[in-house]
C-alpha cells in the first residue's frame, strides 16, 4: 500500500505571498493531520480533518488554513507569509473509522520544506 | 508547564546497551500515546503505540504507561548505533472521542557509540 505523499516536496517564496501545499492520505485512511516542524518549536500541530470536516484545530493565526475533500486528499494553505512560515510542513494520515474498529495510529508523509525570503 | 516534556538529550549509550527514554504530559484524559523516531532530515516513523496501562514489547523495544502518574516511557534493548536519532513522544489529545490531535514532546536526541 502507496504511504502518504506530498507535494511539492520543497518551495521557495517570498514573504507577503501565499502558498498551498497537497497531501494524499493512505489508501482508506480518512483523517488527515498537518504539522508544523521548526527547529525552535518542535513539532506543532495545525489542524486535522475527517470527512471535509475540521474536527481539531492547533494554536496557528488564521493565515493558516485547510480543507478535505471527499476522496480524503487534503490541502493548507497559508496566507500573506512570514519569514517565520520557513518550516517543514508535514502531513499525516490515520484509519479513523465511523464506529467501533478505529484506530488513530499516524503515519506521516515526507514533508514540504517550505522556505521563506 | 509544556503539554508533553521529554528530555532533549542527547543520551549517549555505548552499543548493546539499555537506552531509557522518558515523557510525562498534562492532559489526565488522554488515552493514546506515541513513540516516534525521526532521522536527520526524514519524517517521523512510528515505533509503538500503547493505550492500556503497563508494558507492550515489541521486538527490541518496550513501551511503559503509567496514566497516574501521567508517565510514559520506551526502552530499546540492545542498542544499535542505527537505533542513534531523534525520538519523539506523542499523545493524542484531541477535543473528542474518535478525534485525533498529537501533541508531541520535543524530542530526546539518542546516541550510540560503538
Known amino acids: 500500500k502507496a504511504g502518504v505523499t506530498q507535494t511539492p516536496r520543497y518551495l521557495i517564496k517570498t514573504r507577503g505571498q501565499q502558498v498551498t501545499l497537497s497531501c494524499s492520505p493512505i489508501s482508506g485512511h480518512r483523517s488527515v493531520s498537518w504539522y508544523q516542524q521548526t527547529p525552535g518549536q518542535g513539532l506543532q500541530f495545525l489542524f486535522e480533518y475527517f470527512s471535509e470536516t475540521q474536527r481539531n484545530k492547533g494554536n496557528f493565526p488564521g493565515r493558516f488554513s485547510g480543507r478535505q475533500f471527499s476522496n480524503s486528499r487534503s490541502e493548507m494553505n497559508v496566507s500573506t507569509l512570514e519569514l517565520g512560515d520557513s518550516a517543514l510542513y508535514l502531513c499525516?494520515?490515520?484509519?479513523?473509522?465511523?464506529?467501533?474498529?478505529?484506530?488513530?495510529?499516524?503515519?506521516f508523509g515526507p514533508g514540504t520544506r517550505l522556505t521563506v525570503l | 508547564q509544556k503539554e508533553v516534556e521529554q528530555n532533549s538529550g542527547p543520551l549517549s549509550v555505548p552499543e548493546g546497551a539499555i537506552a531509557s527514554l522518558n515523557c510525562t504530559y498534562s492532559d489526565r484524559g488522554s488515552q493514546s500515546f506515541f513513540w516516534y523516531r525521526q532521522y536527520s532530515g526524514k519524517s517521523p516513523e512510528l515505533i509503538m503505540s500503547i493505550y492500556s496501562n503497563g508494558d507492550k514489547e515489541d521486538g527490541r523495544f518496550t513501551a511503559q504507561l503509567n496514566k497516574a502518574s501521567q508517565y510514559v516511557s520506551l526502552l530499546i534493548r540492545d542498542s544499535q548505533p542505527s537505533d542513534s536519532a531523534t525520538y519523539l513522544c506523542?499523545?493524542?489529545?484531541?477535543?473528542?472521542?474518535?478525534?485525533?490531535?498529537?501533541?508531541f514532546g520535543t524530542g530526546t536526541r539518542l546516541q550510540v557509540f560503538p
Open positions: 499525516a494520515s490515520s484509519q479513523r473509522l465511523i464506529g467501533t474498529g478505529s484506530t488513530d495510529t499516524q503515519y
Open positions: 506523542a499523545v493524542n489529545m484531541g477535543r473528542s472521542y474518535n478525534t485525533d490531535k498529537l501533541i
